[in-house]
């Protein structure tokens, strides 16, 4: 447990500071505001004001439009309206983002975390933080709201900033204390003794993240590597992984051969069944024609089909001037055809076969007159 001493203003506003009564971000331009609303949001720190995203709380308590920003793309604006421009270098935009203002010498008062808001020291590129854990801005850091040096080596005393901000996680919220101080890159000030010391390799034991080279301190006690390190995979997981993609691919193909085959065979059963039924119902038509076809041979003269050809060719009318083979050729072709058990079948119809025996008898009759 870290010393209640060594905890900042801002954290011990956070754990006694209720809400405040003014909705923050929802007043529009040219409308009244209160600058005593204007505080850093519990948890984040975030700076909040009763002002939108596009305007600031001015000193006539009216809320006007923004003069500076310090996002290359700031929240909150709208697509038809002028970004304001950013500071150049030289100057930096407060957070209240009124307008540009010059960086502050050492000692000066800073805003919360406002690292840029500091002058850095002439030799600023070798003080620089390069690890992108955001140590410091330029070899200058804000702590405790005083711009300071990121400069103090090994034994030295040092000044340590610990703020408590409020994460998330499986079950549910939890305060992470993140401690900060003004000692160069590689070294880390000790919250207890308040000196700079050597930070750790990985695995070495630890208790904060400002101890490990990396930033990370697990939950085992020991430095891990860095939290944004890119995690390899082993050659033989690539096969595995193609491997298995390969077979799925493969067994979805099998799968769906072997169920559309049997639909495929259904279908086909289904096709079979009705040629089986069409084919019997054909085959009792068949047979119907043929058992009227010798019930109306029974009342023919002399009981043979070809009688009736003969009795048919021996009337002459007005429409029997035309040649036999003419008149042959009208009949159908499918006459006399071989059925599935090889018997020859007439398929010429009963009204035919009723009107040649009436033609067959009326022959009769001429010839005995």
Known sequence: MLPALLLPSTLLFALWAGPGPALAGDVPFLQPCNRD????????????????????????????????????FPFGYLKNVTLPPKCDKGFFCPDEQDQCQELLPVGSPCQFNRDDECEGPPNFKELEDTTGFGLNYNGSVCLNNICMWANVTVGLPCVVQNTAYTAYGPDGEFID???????????????QQLVCMQTKEVGEQCDADKECTTYNCLSSGVCGIRADTPREVAKWVYVVVAVCILGGMIGTLVGLYFLHRKDRMQEREKRLQYWREQNAFRQNIMQMQETARNSLMTFTPGGSPRSTMYGRDQVQSEDSQVPMLHAASKSSALRYYVSDDGSQIDDRSDEDLMMRRREHGDGHRNERF
Not at 49 to 64: F, I
Not at 177 to 188: A, F
Request: hydrophobic letters at 25%; charged letters at 25%; proline letters at 0%.
């Open 177 to 191: 204390i993140v401690s900060r101080g003004n000692c160069r890159v590689g070294l880390y000030c000790d919250a």
């Open 37 to 72: 609303h204007q505080k850093l949001q519990e948890g984040t720190f975030q700076f909040q004001t009763d002002c939108d995203a596009m305007t600031y709380c001015a000193e006539n308590s009216t809320c006007a439009l923004r003069g500076c920003r310090n996002d290359e």
